[in-house]
């Protein structure tokens, strides 16, 4: 078996090792189904509520996708200003660190006055979490860029702008590609809080009303579902990275 095979299924086996131990020891130790469900129990909720479940969950996809893409247009554009500009830099990093600072679960309530309760709070939340990593990675990418490098470029005749553009933006792509793959999980986070709260549909609102009625099985398929669309996710955006960013990994091991 190759190493290359070996690194395909060892995320496989692990998870099937997890959900091995898992079983065991419910059934070992008597855990009764209220307080820790099996994953039998859980994958049984998932098909018994399948349509529920995935009716919610495709809610949860779109708002997360929406919040996310409206986090990667705005965290690219501030973090180019940010990392461009030492004086921008100065100004507004405490800021953002503050406003990262707060829980946006306190944001939420807020939301709902503004806005009601519904898809565009679950937007802005996920918007609202995921925003910050790609503000700080695009930023931190050209703020790096080597002053020797500047000096070169500027003794060639390069302005600014052009440094901005033809380096320091490229230089930051790989912190951007990999900051896209912490920010969508953070979205998935940012949206199941909103549902959690103030939501009339989605995969939080769903594990919520299962809670109520002590349905635990299926507030655990919920969770498995939202962890299976948070590591596709990743996938997704692990793949753009080596097709857009390969360049900056050439030759390491």
Do not use: H
Request: charged residues 10%.
């Amino acid at each position: 078996m190759t190493d290359a095979t070996k690194q395909r299924l060892a995320p496989w086996i692990a998870t099937a090792a997890l959900f091995l131990v898992w079983e065991l020891a419910c059934r070992v130790f008597g855990v009764p189904e209220f307080i820790l469900p099996t994953p039998s129990a859980s994958f049984a909720a998932l098909f018994e509520y399948f349509d529920a479940v995935m009716f919610n969950a495709s809610f949860t996809l779109w708002v997360t996708l929406v919040g996310f893409a409206i986090a990667v247009v705005f965290g690219l554009a501030l973090g180019v200003l940010v990392g461009a500009s030492a004086l921008t830099y100065a100004a507004l990093y405490p800021i953002l660190i503050g406003f990262n600072a707060i829980p946006k679960v306190a944001i939420v309530p807020i939301l709902v006055i503004w806005f009601g309760i519904g898809a565009v709070p679950a937007i802005l939340t996920a918007f609202l979490i995921s925003f910050f990593p790609i503000v700080v990675n695009v930023a931190t990418g050209i703020a790096t860029l080597e002053p020797e490098l500047k000096d070169v470029l500027r003794s060639l005749g390069a302005r600014p702008l052009d440094i901005l553009l033809k380096v320091g933006l490229p230089r930051s792509m790989p912190y951007f590609f990999a900051s896209l793959k912490v920010a969508v999980t953070l979205a998935f986070v940012g949206s199941i809080i909103s549902e959690t709260i103030a939501g009339n549909r989605g995969i939080g609102y769903l594990m919520m009303q299962a809670s109520s009625s002590f349905r635990v099985p299926l507030v655990f398929a919920g969770l498995i579902v939202v962890a299976v669309m948070g590591v596709g996710m990743y996938a997704v955006f692990a793949y753009v990275e080596r097709r857009m960013t390969g360049w900056a990994f050439r030759g390491q091991a």
